[in-house]
């Protein structure tokens, strides 16, 4: 099993700042590799495949880099809206496997 | 539009089984892969099963293999999950998710708002 590990747990941030979340996988999933939003009581919504394609209506704050098993999550000027919990997900291999989530809170 | 709409899900006893639907609209059902994920607060996101548009491909993680079951009618645009042997760990919210079509593997792109499964006595 691949397992993905994000960092850091909780990122404080202010509106208006760059937001830099991290997720290492055991091993290499390139490219397959996800990251996704979830606010209180949503389902979590599709941001970036491929590691670093936006997926459609994603706003180009947005931003996914990485390859191997080092991946990046920036986001270059926070909204109101951004605040959330980020997860990263690898779709190499069976079973498709989560990271912990990385929570973006208002500083 | 893409919509999933899961339901199904409730309160049941240890040992106990439940079975959860997900209907689907706003896309080709028949030609796409279709997961169960479930999150709960302590431990996240855990992927639990994916089965082929055609059904023919079947996957399970190991935490739900021999209890769970998932299934698909094509004709009615629903996707299953069979749920026996329920433990107190199962306890989560069930998500149904779609396949992006365009992508070689299972990239999750849509999902749905989730049902809710309590497993207690």
């Known amino acids: 099993e691949i397992v993905m590990t994000q960092s850091p747990a909780t990122l404080s941030v202010s509106p208006g700042e760059r937001a830099t979340l991290s997720c290492r996988a055991s091993?290499?999933?390139?490219?397959?590799l996800a990251w996704y939003q979830q606010k209180p009581g949503q389902a979590p919504r599709l941001l970036i495949y491929g590691a670093s394609t936006r997926a459609s209506t994603i706003p180009a704050r947005f931003s996914g880099s990485g390859s191997g098993t080092e991946f990046t999550l920036t986001i270059s000027s926070l909204q109101s809206e951004d605040f959330a919990v980020y997860y990263c997900?690898?779709?190499?291999?069976?079973?498709?496997?989560f990271g912990g989530g990385t929570r973006v809170e208002i500083k | 539009e893409v919509q999933l709409l899961e339901s199904g899900g409730g309160l049941v006893q240890p040992g106990g089984s439940l079975r959860l639907s997900c209907v689907a609209s706003g896309f080709t059902f028949s030609s796409s892969a279709m997961t169960w994920v479930r999150q709960t607060p302590g431990e996240g996101l855990e992927w639990v099963s994916t089965l082929s548009g055609s059904g023919t491909s079947i996957y399970y993680a190991d935490s739900v293999k021999g209890r769970f079951t998932i299934s698909r009618d094509n004709s009615k645009n629903t996707l299953f999950l069979q749920m026996n042997s329920l433990r107190a760990e199962d306890t989560a919210v069930y998500y149904c998710a779609k396949k992006y079509a365009l992508a070689s593997h299972c990239l999750l792109d849509y999902w749905g708002q989730g049902t809710l499964v309590t497993v207690s006595s």
């Open positions: 091993q290499s999933v390139i490219p397959h």
């Open positions: 997900q690898q779709y190499n291999d069976w079973p498709l496997t």
